[in-house]
């Protein structure tokens, strides 16, 4: 046993116990660290403030807490109306090229993707050696046809030399007439075979149509190709490339031809000066969307079939410009909290226009005289009584 014996001065045997005397002091270290505690939370936690910008302000009568936020009266002012559209990126002329003639076995290919070709280069050429064949017996033919024909010419000559002496009839005469005639026309009969026969082997090359960039190639050396193998090769006219964007109903009406745009493809960190070219006539049922298509020269960044952002420059508006820490969304859209007359916290939905480095374009739900909550909209809740503070607005 932990004990202690004394005597005191009465000579009387006291007897105290050690255990029971430390209990004690350490229940009453506990009680005072609890009050400490309690302490620092009521009194410390009054001067907290609430992300930054909503302090701590004791109501009337020291009930409760109410906070100081700061708000911003926008007003309205003149903002540039930036739309942003999404697509994908194309040729602006696209030209399948295939095979003109009977087709055959390809014997050479002198271009592949990505080679720049100009009007009537060859980028394939068939097997001819058939037709040049055909091409050889048919120009024979010819020159048989003109022997025949100076025959003719000749015999009709002499002929009518001798009508006047009375050794050849009339009748004999237009008979060496008609011979003359019969010859020469077989002979422009054989020229036009061998023209047409020239032309199908000329149309065994596949040539190009117009100036521009292969995109595609689907042919190869000892391949049969003829009339329905469809496009051998894809052409972009003169490399020219846009973007088919997609745009909102609402949006399209302010768009027109003409408009600078600024197209940045994704994954690329380079954005590319165009213009809108054409701005589709009508609007999908399903989607309530049209397409804007924007030209914009060739670089190496900009694929076809790639995906592309673009921003238009759509003229100017007035609208109110808040901070971006001042709009909030969730599940519901896009939304401020302003504050009204009795100094509660109102949710107000809005629409968003332009977002840029200036701050967000409020297109519908401010007049721009609201008092909206700068930054500590997270930390309220709709109906809650604050101090504002007003700031200046920028």
């Known amino acids: 046993m932990n004990r202690e014996t004394k005597f005191a001065n009465a000579d009387t045997l006291v007897v105290v116990d050690r255990s029971a005397r430390r209990r004690t002091i350490i229940i009453a270290a506990i009680v005072v660290a609890v009050l400490a505690i309690a302490a620092f939370m009521y009194f410390g936690g009054k001067d907290d403030p609430v992300a930054g910008s909503v302090a701590g302000a004791k109501g009337p009568g020291g009930r409760g807490q109410i906070p100081t936020v700061s708000v911003i009266v926008p007003g309205r002012g003149s903002v540039s109306r930036v739309l942003t559209a999404s697509g994908a990126l194309a040729a602006l002329r ?20 990505g080679s720049w070709v100009r009007q009537g280069q060859v980028l394939a050429s068939i097997d001819r050696s058939v037709q040049s064949q055909t091409a050889a017996q048919l120009a024979a033919q010819v020159q048989a046809a003109r022997a025949d024909a100076s025959l003719a010419q000749n015999e009709f000559e002499r002929s009518r030399a001798l009508v006047g002496r009375g050794f050849v009839s009339k009748a004999d005469l237009d008979r060496k007439r008609g011979a003359r005639d019969a010859a020469q026309a077989r002979v422009h009969v054989a020229q036009a075979q061998l023209g047409a026969t020239r032309a199908q082997i000329g149309r065994l090359d596949i040539r190009a149509p117009t100036n521009g960039l292969i995109l595609a190639r689907s042919i190869e050396v000892g391949q049969i190709v003829g009339p329905g193998a469809g496009a051998l090769f894809r052409l972009a006219k003169g490399g020219l490339m846009e973007l088919r964007a997609q745009m909102s109903q609402q949006d399209l009406a302010f768009v027109r ?26 609007i999908d049922p399903t989607s309530r969307q049209g397409e804007v298509r924007i030209s914009v020269p060739y670089d ?6 790639g ?8 003229g100017g508006t007035t609208a109110p410009l808040l901070p971006q820490s001042a709009v909030l969304s969730d ?3 896009n939304y401020v909290y302003i504050v009204n007359r009795k100094k509660e916290v109102e949710r107000r939905p809005i629409k968003i226009g332009n977002v840029d480095d200036q701050g967000v374009t409020i297109a519908e739900g401010l007049s721009g005289q609201e008092a909206v909550v700068l930054s500590a909209g997270p930390f309220l809740n709709p109906g809650q009584k604050i101090t504002p503070k007003r700031q200046v607005a920028r």
């Open 257 to 282: 031809g003409g408009m600078a745009a600024s197209v940045t493809p994704i994954g690329s960190d380079r954005s590319f000066s165009g213009s809108v070219r054409l701005v589709s006539p009508v």
């Open 94 to 113: 696209d030209q399948p090229v295939g095979i003109a003639g009977e087709g055959g076995l390809v014997r050479a290919v002198t271009v592949d993707a």
């Open 300 to 305: 190496t960044s900009i694929r076809p079939g």
């Open 307 to 314: 995906f592309a952002e673009a921003k238009i420059q759509a």
């Open 331 to 333: 599940e519901k859209g």
